[in-house]
């Protein structure tokens, strides 16, 4: 009996369903190279089970991949899938985390900043108001569009390099409370700084995330007039990409390192344009119901082009 029969039956995944989903999440975990519960990228059987069983604690995630499938086949297309969303929302969760930690010791050690008094919980520039800011999150985020962001060496293999040395992350916090002109909380003023710092340390960076809301196609998916309106319209989005763009589709979960080579950039410049074409990405399907078969689409374009412009390049070498 496979793990969909078991759920059609029973709502609930017997001993072989779960051996099966014990070793779904640990082939995607290993694949897209997430860090374990434990650290590090050795997955024990522990680390398995632990995130195995969360998975199963939220179980609209389950639910939904039982509803869309409609064979055994598109049942295991879509486990996939949920289970690299979940590790990608565990590995957001955990990565914010770790900057808020960071901006709050800043807030505390550095004396450009101070808590607001009266108002627990919120802090303030150094001499600044104590009243809760009412500016807008785009007034943040504008504030600190231009600054500048160093980032020191590192060559620990057990720790992670910062996002940007603490110079930098004065300058960006002080720019964010400018603007604020009032006090903010440490989770606010943090998730103005992500619009500057990736933090998101895992395979969230070479992911597209609008992947996540794709559902099983619909037989009728599979019609000319569909495939058509696919094929036009990433040809259309193909069309407007600069050649670095297109390197970066055509291999969009390269890690920074590969892509920096491919580039022939730095790695914060070539994350830095992966990062912003995703957004584009993320705003231009936004509302797309095809989102996915166009967006896969669209990497088979930017492959075949590399490929054809890789070849060529190589002939030419040869003479």
Known sequence: MTLRDELLRTGQP????????????RLVAVAHHFPSPEGGHWWSDSAVEEVAHDFLGEERRLR????????DRSFLRLLDGAVLNFLRDLARR????????RVKEILRDEPDFEAAEGY????????????PSTAPPGALTSAIAG??????NWSSERRD????????????????????????????????????LDHRRTALTTSLDVLEQVS??????????????VELHAADIFATLSDRERIVLSDPEATVRDLARRLGLG???????????????????????????????LCEFCDLWLRGRTEVESATSDD
């Not at 627990?120 to 009243?131: F, K, T, V």
């Not at 344009?273 to 231009?284: A, C, D």
Request: charged fraction near 25%; charge should be positive.
């Open 14 to 25: 017997g001993s072989e369903g779960a051996r099966f989903l014990y070793r779904t999440v």
């Open 120 to 131: 627990p919980g919120r802090w303030r520039l150094a001499d600044g108001a104590s009243e």
């Open 216 to 229: 099983e196609p619909a037989p009728a998916a599979a019609n000319p007039a569909t495939r058509t309106i």
């Open 64 to 71: 939904d991949v039982l509803v869309r499938s409609v064979d």
């Open 147 to 152: 600054a500048q962001i160093g980032v020191q």
């Open 267 to 297: 790695k914060s410049q070539a994350d830095t344009i992966r990062h912003r074409l995703f957004e584009r990405l993320r705003r231009e399907f936004a509302d797309d119901q095809d989102a996915g078969q166009v967006i896969s689409r």
């Open 161 to 196: 390099a910062p996002l940007a040395d603490r110079p930098s992350f004065i300058r960006l916090m002080t720019c964010v409370l400018t603007a604020a002109a009032g006090s903010l909380t440490a989770d606010d003023l943090t998730r103005a700084l992500t619009s500057r």
């Open 94 to 101: 955990t990565d914010l985390g770790k900057l808020i930690l």
